[in-house]
């Protein structure tokens, strides 16, 4: 069975940083492009950011470009979300998803993990 | 950077009707990349069809897909309580605003 396990999530002041990780299992994490999706409460979704199934391709959304970092370790089959310089509007819950080969599409979702960022 | 909007913003109505929902692009878009997620209160996405017409693992075959270039529609043929739930298009990495389903 195909499973995501976000953690990490917690309050965090405006300019702190936060670590967020996403735990594979049930599948070959490395043979996967995998992303992070967010979604502010009450709103709806936004794509964060992707990484490819090595880890060479990395592409992020204009909102995180500069303070965000994704990056993954195939050997322990867990993906990475470095988040620096965060601001009240980064308050979501984080998910990371799995890459449908080929489609563009997520086929598999963790649970979330909520990040809010106040003082 | 290619839009989608997603309409009506609200559908209303009864189990056991069909429901169809629209996704719009700003611009014509690969139906290869076209995708729509169901998301109830609490719960990650779920997706329901990718490639505009292709219907996810799992997923009844009340729900189809449709469309190509810019108009995209997900339609449910009959509608079971579980399906009362936000639905979402995506391309690439841009999602549609989203079509809540409500009980009427």
């Known amino acids: 069975e195909v499973q995501l396990v976000e953690s990490g999530g917690g309050l965090v002041q405006p300019g702190g940083s936060l670590r967020l990780s996403c735990a594979a299992s049930?599948?070959?994490?490395?043979?996967?492009?995998m992303n992070w999706v967010r979604q502010a409460p009450g709103k709806g979704l936004e794509w964060v950011s992707y990484i490819s199934s090595s880890g060479s391709t990395i592409y992020y959304a204009d909102s995180v470009k500069g303070r965000f970092t994704i990056s993954r370790d195939n050997a322990k089959n867990s993906l990475y979300l470095q988040m620096n310089s965060l601001r009240a509007e980064d308050t979501a819950v984080y998910y990371c998803?799995?890459?449908?080969?080929?489609?563009?599409?997520?086929?598999?979702w963790g649970q979330g993990t909520l990040v809010t960022v106040s003082s | 950077e290619i839009v989608l909007t997603q309409s009506p913003g609200t559908l209303s109505l009864s189990p056991g009707e069909r429901a169809t929902l629209s996704c719009r692009a700003s611009?014509?878009?690969?139906?290869?990349?076209l995708a729509w997620y169901q998301q109830k209160p609490g719960q990650a996405p779920r997706l329901l069809i990718y490639g505009a017409s292709s219907r996810a693992t799992g997923i009844p075959d009340r729900f189809s897909g449709s469309g190509s270039g810019t108009d995209f529609t997900l339609t449910i043929s009959r509608l079971e309580p579980e399906d009362f739930a936000v639905y979402y298009c995506q391309q690439s990495r841009t999602f549609g605003q989203g079509t809540k389903v409500e009980i009427k």
């Open positions: 611009q014509s878009v690969s139906s290869s990349y």
């Open positions: 049930g599948f070959t994490f490395s043979s996967y492009e």
């Open positions: 998803a799995r890459g449908l080969h080929g489609s563009g599409s997520f086929d598999y």
